[in-house]
């Protein structure tokens, strides 16, 4: 079952407690390294084979294909970690004829290619399953920073105006549908219409692929709203809805009025630069349902 927001509060660290942060692509990993290593906690860092490793190998980390996933419970044994988070992107799925299996690897098979079949939820679900039931406490990383969680309202000196609500519930209401077939979590409405829906190719590209749309004609209404939200039942310790200063960016080039996230259940990375970029570009950043965090 996946882990309801009443149960992800924020969580203490001992002195004696060690996290690894399994880091892939995006600033979220940064930030997460820089906020436990700032609060007295140095993490141990394994980069993602593949994923931007800038600002992640000065200090204690190494690196790990996909497809050596079978290495990684000795990994974090040997770095004695307590408490694991699984933080940013990946850019492509393991390859499955590739990866090295061990014999403890092949009892975990069949819950691989359920995983490998479905979305990306489902393969995160297994392998959270997998490091718990090895003793490794799978934590979210807003349990580690809980700032980085949206609040309920308005962020940006913009409001949205009352004429975009329609379109903030169509693009709300579609995201959850998506995010129910394990697809995406982020919706774009102009007007009333839905008019892009996030895939594999995630949020930057389904922006261009409107703004591309508004360039070429196809869309010629102005404005509209990017909505991002939680999957219904999704697992919250791995892969929120996540928005930064390069979003914002994107929605403004893709000729947007603003962004609503998920209230408890989305990130803001850099929090500062996304209002500071938002109000300079006159674009509304909130919270929309969800909880307080």
Do not use: N
């Not at 982020?186 to 749309?213: I, N, P, Q, S």
Request: hydrophobic residues 45%; aromatic residues 2%.
């Amino acid at each position: 079952m996946a882990a309801t927001a009443e149960r992800l509060l924020p969580i203490r660290l001992a002195p004696s407690d060690r996290v690894a942060v399994i880091a892939g692509g995006g600033e979220l990993p940064r930030e997460l390294v820089r906020g436990l290593t700032e609060a007295g906690h140095p993490p141990f860092i394994i980069i993602v084979g593949g994923e931007d490793r800038t600002g992640l190998t000065d200090g204690d980390h190494t690196v790990l294909e996909l497809e050596e996933y079978g290495r990684l419970l000795p990994v974090l044994r040997a770095a004695r970690a307590t408490h694991v988070v699984m933080a940013g992107s990946v850019s492509r799925r393991p390859r499955l004829r590739a990866i090295r299996f061990s014999i403890g690897l092949l009892k975990l098979l069949p819950g691989i290619l359920w995983g490998l079949g479905r979305g990306d939820d489902a393969l995160l679900r297994v392998v959270v399953r997998h490091l718990e039931a090895a003793g490794i406490r799978v934590v979210g990383s807003h349990q580690i920073l809980p700032d980085l969680l949206a609040g309920r309202g308005a962020l940006t000196r913009t409001r949205p105006a009352a004429s975009l609500e329609a379109g903030i519930e169509a693009a709300f209401t579609a995201a959850r549908a998506i995010g129910a077939l394990d697809i995406g979590q982020a919706a774009v409405a102009v007007g009333r219409r839905v008019v892009a829906l996030e895939g594999v190719e995630g949020t930057a590209a389904m922006l261009a692929r409107v703004r591309d749309l508004r360039a070429s004609g196809r869309i010629s209404m102005p404005g509209g709203v990017l909505v991002k939200c939680a999957k219904p039942g999704q697992e919250l310790r791995a892969d929120l809805p996540t928005i930064g200063p390069d979003t914002v960016a994107e929605a403004h080039e893709a000729g947007l009025s603003g962004i609503a996230v998920e209230a408890g259940r989305a990130i803001v990375l850099r929090q500062a630069d996304v209002v500071a970029t938002a109000d300079r570009l006159g674009l509304f950043v909130i919270g929309i349902g969800g909880t307080t965090p």
